[in-house]
């Protein structure tokens, strides 16, 4: 059937429902039946949201019972010189970026420009990926904390088989470590993978699950819970802060007094203090896991515009800044404990979000394996700290309001 105002008389009349309509028609039908559906329920007029540029069919792994695509306007910032000091190999992100922005927020775009110019003239930032290794926490059942000890003691002793049953469901992934964690009769085990230019949450899933099959088969431990909230996806938590999950990632740059003043309006000291001030000491009142000024707001954007998991920006705000004097110069830093990201797999494969890839090089895989995925952290996390730059410098300087103002945001 490809009538979709007949498809959508019959979920009205109970016949079908939404979830079953691509058994009867084809993905773009479907999508325009649930439309048709919505509009006649709801007064509303759904003709934009229809008006997208992708394949319903090539978005079926990507969402269910879809309707059309979401639009956002898109900017970019840079370009920025990453990793070009000839004495600083070892970065992913070596040469000059271009790094797409998506959000609805305006001034963003125009504040971290302004960051990217000031390091720009500074001779370009540094940045290296110091940790890598997505996480998967399953919680398991045990007597009491005798049994408990025998499944650690069980499960560090059995590594190697372990790897071989995870890793048998992936032709990627890398099993790098399991720590145990024991609160009463509830012993927590918090898998590590490498996942390469992948995120990683559907592969250490999978691969952590047959690792769980082979625990229950060889003790007596009983899974509750394939993810236990060790991991901890999605959620503010300590423990992303401390041992990082996804990639940690740390961006830097030292800006001379003179650009600092003639760019930024303000002197190096102001910034320095600013910081110390709002993002360490107020951030450490307000009981917060992130001591920055708006990494967030970077990472969002970023995240939007290449196809990551938006929800895990929740993780990415786990950041510090810092800044201090150096030798009458800015050094400024920040420091994202987990940063989720990847350049193959979920939504990288969206034709905008494919482009925006195209735009910083990164799309698909990297040679070797992992090194397109750490080359966008990098670059995220320096897109990040221009960021941080120039609302810190607004701030000394108080012109945040005035900014916004001239922008009429």
């Known amino acids: 059937m490809n009538d979709p105002a007949a498809l959508a008389a019959r979920v009205r009349e109970g016949d079908l429902r939404l979830h079953e309509l691509e058994e009867h028609a084809d993905p773009e039908t479907a999508a325009a039946a649930r439309r048709k559906l919505l509009e006649a329920e709801t007064d509303a007029d759904l003709g934009t949201v229809g008006d997208f540029s992708f394949s319903a069919g090539d978005a079926e792994p990507n969402i269910e019972n879809m309707i059309g695509g979401a639009q956002l306007p898109m ?3 840079g370009p920025v010189p990453i990793n070009t000091d000839g004495d600083s190999a070892g970065g992913a992100a070596g040469g000059e970026h271009y790094l797409p922005l998506a959000t609805t927020e305006g001034a963003l775009v125009a504040s971290v420009n302004r960051g990217c110019s000031v390091i720009r003239t500074a001779g370009g930032a540094n940045a290296r990926v110091t940790k890598s290794g997505m996480t998967r926490a399953p919680v398991f059942r045990v007597a009491g904390i005798a049994e408990a000890a025998e499944i650690v003691e069980w499960v560090q002793g059995s590594i190697e088989k372990l790897c071989e049953k995870a890793e048998g469901t992936t032709n990627h992934g890398e099993l790098l470590d399991i720590t145990p964690y024991v609160v009463g009769d509830n012993v927590f085990l918090r898998f590590r993978f490498d996942s390469k230019d992948a995120m990683g949450m559907n592969m250490v899933t999978i691969a952590t699950q047959a ?3 082979l625990i229950e088969e060889e003790t007596t431990a009983s899974l509750v819970a394939l993810s236990g909230n060790l ?18 990632v740390t961006a830097d740059v030292t800006i001379p007094r003179e650009v600092v003043e003639e760019r930024l309006h303000t002197t190096p000291e102001a910034i320095a203090e600013a910081n110390t001030r709002k993002n360490l000491i107020g951030s450490a ?10 990494a967030a707001n970077t990472i969002a954007a970023a995240f939007l515009a290449t196809g990551q998991d938006a929800a895990q920006v929740v993780e990415g705000s786990n950041a510090i800044t810092t800044a201090e004097v150096k030798d009458d110069s800015l050094y400024a830093s920040l420091s994202i404990a ?14 905008t979000q494919a482009e925006a890839l195209d735009v910083l090089g990164l799309s698909g895989g990297g040679d070797p394996p992992g090194s397109n995925a750490d080359a966008l952290a990098e670059i995220i996390a320096t897109g990040a700290l221009a960021g941080e730059l120039s609302l810190l410098a607004a701030l000394a300087s108080r012109h945040l309001s005035s900014a916004h103002e001239d922008l009429g945001r």
Not at 338 to 351: A, R
């Open 231 to 248: 991991c901890s996806d999605k959620k503010p938590a300590a423990i992303n802060a401390i041992e990082g999950r996804g990639r940690s």
């Open 75 to 77: 900017g970019v910032v």
């Open 285 to 294: 009142k307000a009981g917060s896991l992130g001591f920055n000024a708006h």
């Open 338 to 351: 987990s940063l989720e990201v990847g350049t193959v797999g979920g939504g990288t494969k969206l034709p």
């Open 211 to 213: 690792a769980c099959d």
